[in-house]
């Protein structure tokens, strides 16, 4: 497995595997690697005779520099992990060479942004998401690359800025990866409290407890909401950020449930936030 530290040499590798013709997929990350990124890697893998990951932990998609600076980082075990799901290649730049100080443009989603985590991270979060992972589209330049549902409105923002500025890339969305107990997994999750874990799942519990009523028949959107709700703060210690049921496709409020929706949520427990989110439809759809 190649390790590569600058855009430059990057660039030259990308364009060493275009001129083969070897079918060439990518994983964008931002370390702290756990099964669920491995899961990515390993499915563009099997799909792809060439793998790139990412390893970035993006400056500018962070509204605090608290949360940015305690962001976990081992990059030698991510390293690791990387080559054993099956990687080729590891980008793995310095925030200076991949932002000039000089930088003056931005990739700025719009209406996609007005909801959920858009709302609390505000839009500066997805104009960061989207300016690098189009920097790294331009830079590594592959065929396809691999997102996970669990950032459900980022996947949905990435495949509209793809469709919208005609990136010649596929953009694959791939299921959740949960531990044992039903908790999605995440790079925050190594900062939940120990004795905190119950406060954590009551998130992942919500979810299901609305998909399960959706699926027997639930049909109002307010009173799934509210009933999730108060699965969370059954749990007690938990700050609710949203609970939302919306569109798969504008994200916008649901009031009556009569197709797929999408189940979503943010909570903080110790400080960490954490996000979920769940597919649910009436039965019969």
């Known amino acids: ?4 530290r600058t855009v430059a040499d990057m660039g030259e590798e990308a364009l060493a595997i275009i001129r083969s013709s070897k079918s060439y997929g990518f994983v964008p990350t931002m370390g702290a690697l756990h099964e669920g990124h491995v899961s990515l890697i390993r499915r563009a893998a099997n799909e792809n005779d060439i793998v790139a990951v990412s390893i970035f932990v993006n400056p500018t998609q962070f509204n605090e520099n608290d949360d940015f600076e305690k962001y976990p980082r081992n990059i030698e075990a991510d390293l690791a992990l990387a080559e054993e799901a099956g990687a080729d290649i590891v980008f793995n730049p310095e925030p200076e060479d991949m932002f000039s100080d000089k930088r ?6 719009n209406k996609l942004t007005n909801h959920l985590c858009g709302l609390s991270r505000g839009k500066g979060h ?3 998401v989207c300016t690098v992972v189009s920097k790294l589209f331009n830079i590594i330049r592959p065929e396809k690359a691999y997102f996970g549902q669990k950032d459900a409105q980022q996947a ?3 495949q509209r800025m793809v469709h919208d500025l005609n990136f010649p890339v596929k953009i694959e969305i791939c299921p959740i990866i949960r531990e044992d107990d039903g908790l999605a997994l995440s790079s925050r999750n190594v900062r939940i409290p120990e004795n905190m874990r ?13 998909k399960a009523l959706i699926e027997d028949g639930a049909t109002n959107a307010p009173e799934v909401i509210n009933a999730m709700c108060e699965k969370v703060i059954e749990a007690g210690d938990v700050e609710i950020d949203y609970i939302d049921i919306v569109s798969t496709e504008t994200l916008e409020d649901v009031a009556e449930i ?10 903080k427990v110790g400080g960490v936030r954490l996000i979920d989110n769940m597919l649910a439809a009436p039965a019969g759809k």
């Open 258 to 267: 009569d197709d797929l929706v999408l189940l979503a949520g943010a909570i």
């Open 1 to 4: 497995m190649k390790v590569i």
């Open 156 to 158: 949905l923002i990435i």
């Open 198 to 210: 119950h406060e954590a799942l009551s998130l992942s519990r919500a979810l299901t407890h609305g």
């Open 126 to 128: 997805f104009i960061g």
């Open 104 to 109: 003056d443009t931005l990739v700025m989603p």
